[in-house]
């Protein structure tokens, strides 16, 4: 399995002649991001994750693409019918080839006194796990994490406090298209050093920039 980080929190998964694109947002330049998309995933409904229009476009240009969300985005979607499908928490889906567990409940808490929106977290192929905008576990390994490195409903604290709770073979920071080049050199210190922390390698990859994530 091929994994490219196309910008913020906005990856491909790509296997055999098959792809996968999780959290198109409008940081992510969505419209390309789903030019070859057999299939898309998203977690939730912040626009940093959900361009409603790029991802309308494609669907119009690809009759067969479809998408697998949480409860609000796929009432967002709803007139496009069967296309468009609703999972949660403990759900195991077939998705263009890939298998799917899905994790996670709830968004982190942005503010105290407003309710979390649904947040669906997605490990791919027992794979690649990604939480969204959430610091869920899921209850089977993770050998690749998609690390969330920077957000408003986060602590660096929290960050080390996941990844060695996850405890992944490695992680790949998303999540950081608010920072500047001074925030990310922070940011890949702290991802750094989590990594040591508990004897692995976790980085930050370039928009553009692809890892394989074979068999050890």
Same mark, same amino acid.
């Given at each position: 399995?091929?994994?490219?980080?196309?910008?913020?929190?906005?990856?491909?998964?790509?296997?055999?002649?098959?792809?996968?694109?999780?959290?198109?947002?409008?940081?992510?330049?969505?419209?390309?991001?789903?030019?070859?998309? @057999?299939?898309?995933?998203?977690?939730?409904?912040?626009?940093?994750?959900?361009?409603?229009?790029?991802?309308?476009?494609?669907?119009?240009?690809?009759?067969?693409?479809?998408?697998?969300?949480?409860?609000?985005?796929?009432?967002?979607?709803?007139?496009?019918?069967?296309?468009?499908?609703?999972?949660?928490?403990?759900?195991?889906?077939?998705?263009?080839?890939?298998?799917?567990?899905?994790?996670?409940?709830?968004?982190?808490?942005?503010?105290? @006194?407003?309710?979390?929106?649904?947040?669906?977290?997605?490990?791919?192929?027992?794979?690649?796990?990604?939480?969204?905008?959430?610091?869920?576990?899921?209850?089977?390994?993770?050998?690749?994490?998609?690390?969330?490195?920077?957000?408003?409903?986060?602590?660096?604290?929290?960050?080390?406090?996941?990844?060695?709770?996850?405890?992944?073979?490695?992680?790949?920071?998303?999540?950081?298209?608010?920072?500047?080049?001074?925030?990310?050199?922070?940011?890949?210190?702290?991802?750094?050093?989590?990594?040591?922390?508990?004897?692995?390698?976790?980085?930050?990859?370039?928009?553009?920039?692809?890892?394989?994530?074979?068999?050890?």
């Amino acid at each position: 399995m091929r994994l490219t980080k196309l910008g913020h929190a906005c990856v491909r998964l790509q296997k055999d002649d098959r792809t996968l694109v999780i959290d198109p947002g409008a940081f992510s330049g969505a419209a390309e991001a789903l030019a070859a998309a @057999d299939a898309v995933l998203i977690t939730h409904e912040h626009f940093d994750h959900f361009d409603a229009d790029a991802l309308r476009k494609a669907m119009a240009e690809d009759p067969a693409l479809e998408v697998w969300t949480s409860r609000v985005v796929a009432e967002n979607l709803a007139d496009l019918g069967g296309r468009v499908h609703q999972v949660g928490h403990g759900d195991a889906v077939t998705v263009a080839g890939f298998e799917i567990h899905v994790y996670g409940r709830e968004h982190e808490i942005l503010r105290p @006194d407003v309710p979390p929106i649904p947040n669906t977290g997605f490990l791919v192929d027992g794979e690649v796990f990604h939480p969204g905008d959430a610091l869920t576990v899921p209850d089977e390994p993770v050998r690749t994490l998609c690390l969330p490195g920077n957000a408003p409903w986060m602590k660096i604290p929290e960050l080390y406090d996941y990844s060695a709770e996850v405890n992944p073979e490695r992680a790949f920071v998303i999540h950081d298209g608010l920072l500047n080049d001074i925030g990310l050199n922070v940011m890949n210190t702290h991802v750094g050093a989590a990594g040591e922390r508990i004897g692995r390698e976790f980085r930050r990859l370039a928009p553009g920039e692809s890892v394989e994530l074979g068999a050890a």
